[in-house]
């Protein structure tokens, strides 16, 4: 072991000392750094409560903000347009999602070449899901057959910043988990600066991924990905689409609240938050938080991790 892991390993053991013998959330330096990703809106109420949501995070000093990219492009001037305004009207560095699906080389490089102009420098590469769900991923005749190609042709096109995914309990598409670590290798080798993981529920399945990661020869910065959840039923949805597992636990803490959306909250803030704790003891430093647009449980865990919002007007910088 070489002189910086032991450093590491010594820390990491004082981290989670401090974590049982202090208040879960006493003294944290506030020193992790946070992104979050929004899905563009569909209608000018959505539109406003992203807005919101983006108005209320932003102090946060969030690193980057994403916008999501629907499969088969159903999304693109949405994205596009959310991205721009974002760019244009706030001082928040923004990442436009684009992915493989249903899109020949020459489309996405039009697609790239228009945020560019628009001064999108971060792009979140991915291969993308089928339109149809269940459907097997054929890749467009034109096209690129993977987000590791795809993160190469972007490359080509102009020098963005990229993330790409990362799954810590494997693509469902994957044989194994070792292919899998596979094709996060490619993507990294291929010019992508971190990758993003898929939500998990479990610290023990990110630090699983990730040391496997580090045996495998990936060296790029793996950032968990946080979904605090208030809805399970839309929860469970999502992770059998990613390969997610939701413990059983988890279902029974939300059983009974159906009626109850603000204690749902309580308890979707507190989980998510002790995870983060868990996560930060291990030694994380970034998180990326799924918002679903929507402001409230993500700020609360920043908040708890000693991230302050600071008192900034929106724009101040884009002024």
Same mark, same amino acid.
Not at 48 to 55: P, V
Not at 214 to 240: C, H, M, W, Y
Not at 285 to 293: K, S
């Given at each position: ?145 993977? /987000? +590791? @190609? ?5 490359? *080509? $096109?102009? !020098?963005?910043?990229?993330? %790409?995914?990362?799954?810590?309990? &494997? ?40 040391? /496997? +990661? @580090? ?5 790029? *910065? $793996?950032? !968990?990905?946080?979904?605090? %959840?208030?809805?399970?039923?839309? &929860? ?84």
């Amino acid at each position: 072991m070489t002189q910086s892991a032991k450093n590491l390993s010594l820390q990491e053991m004082h981290e989670a000392r401090m974590a049982l013998d202090t208040p879960l959330f006493a003294g944290l330096a506030g020193d992790a750094e946070i992104s979050f990703e929004f899905f563009p809106p569909k209608s000018k109420k959505m539109e406003a409560t992203l807005w919101d949501s983006l108005t209320t995070l932003a102090p946060m000093n969030p690193r980057f903000v994403s916008v999501t990219y629907g499969a088969g492009g159903s999304t693109r001037e949405r994205t596009h347009a959310t991205v721009a305004r974002i760019i244009k009207e706030t001082n928040v560095p923004a990442a436009a999602h684009l992915t493989c699906v249903e899109a020949s080389k020459a489309e996405i490089r039009e697609v790239a070449e228009q945020y560019w102009e628009a001064g999108v420098r971060h792009i979140v590469a991915l291969r993308g899901d089928p339109p149809k769900i269940g459907a097997a991923f054929e890749p467009h005749p034109e096209g690129y057959a993977s /987000a +590791a @190609d795809l993160v190469k042709g972007l490359k *080509e $096109i102009a !020098p963005f910043e990229i993330s %790409v995914a990362a799954y810590p309990e &494997t693509h469902p598409d994957a044989n194994c988990p070792q292919t899998d670590l596979d094709n996060l290798k490619r993507k990294l080798d291929a010019g992508a600066t971190r990758a993003i993981t898929q939500f998990f529920f479990s610290p023990d399945a990110y630090f699983r991924f990730r040391d /496997a +990661a @580090d045996a495998a020869g990936i060296t790029g *910065e $793996i950032t !968990p990905g946080i979904l605090p %959840v208030s809805n399970v039923a839309q &929860t469970r949805k999502f992770a059998g689409m990613c390969g997610a597992q939701i413990p059983q636990w988890m279902d029974d803490l939300f059983e009974g609240l159906d009626d109850h959306p603000e204690t749902r909250k309580l308890v979707a803030a507190t989980v998510a938050a002790e995870m983060c704790r868990r996560l930060y003891a291990g030694g994380v430093r970034h998180f990326h938080f799924y918002t679903l647009n929507r402001a409230e449980l993500s700020f609360a865990i920043c908040h708890l991790l000693g991230i302050r919002a600071q008192k900034m007007a929106l724009t101040e910088a884009a002024e």
